[in-house]
């Protein structure tokens, strides 16, 4: 994270990583966020390693550099370096596989293990637009999120919903934290 004064005004870079098991929708959820695309076919090794995207936040430029996995969590190993001056994160789980929801607990050890408490978090439960196959309950989302301090959102990375506000809560929530040790 990073902000600096220059003749435009103040500038901000904020990283933001996506963590969660494999298949969940991390990949498609940047997909569309960043390039309005869903690929249907899940490619472990897919693409690139972030994507920035720039916001434009009470009149200040924001850029988020929002890293993907690009399939590292299928080895276990999601390495130091990629949370590494992450400021926000996306936790992610598919509302159809309950395996995914009881990793997340897993997941957001290691973030605490790499990050401290001032991240901004989202639990992220998603392809709610499988809706007759669902495993987790919206409550069970909620709940979880309360109890760990999070916000909570489901998403839909096929059908676009609530992908963008997903990604918009976060870069906001940390803008507000910078913001808040700025003043
Ligand atoms: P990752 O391993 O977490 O990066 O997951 P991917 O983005 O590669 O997605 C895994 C699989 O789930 C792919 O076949 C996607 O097409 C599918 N998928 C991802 N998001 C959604 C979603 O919101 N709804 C549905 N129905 N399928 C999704
Ligand atoms: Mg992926």
């Known amino acids: 994270m990073s902000s600096s ?15 969660g098991d494999s298949a969940v929708g991390k990949s498609n959820l940047l997909s569309r966020f960043a390039r309005n695309e869903f690929n ?3 490619k472990a090794t897919i693409g690139v390693e972030f994507q920035t995207q720039i916001m434009d936040i ?36 598919d509302i159809t596989r309950q395996s995914t929801f009881e990793s997340v607990t897993r997941w957001l050890d290691e973030l605490k293990t790499h990050s401290d408490s001032s991240m901004a978090r989202m639990l992220v439960g998603n392809k709610c637009d499988l809706e007759s196959i669902r495993e987790v309950s919206v409550e069970e989302g909620k709940n979880l999120a309360e109890s760990e301090g999070l916000f909570f959102i489901e998403t839909s990375a096929l059908d676009s919903t609530n992908v963008k506000t997903a990604f918009e809560i976060v870069i906001r929530e940390i803008y507000n934290n910078v913001s808040r040790k700025v003043l």
């Open 5 to 19: 004064e220059d003749e435009g005004g103040e500038e901000y870079l904020f990283k933001i990583v996506i963590i």
């Open 58 to 93: 009470d009149g200040k430029e924001v850029k988020a550099q929002i890293w993907d996995t690009a399939g590292q969590e299928r080895f276990r190993a999601v390495t130091s370096a990629y949370y590494r001056g992450a400021v926000g994160a996306l936790v992610v789980y």
């Open 40 to 42: 249907p076919h899940s």
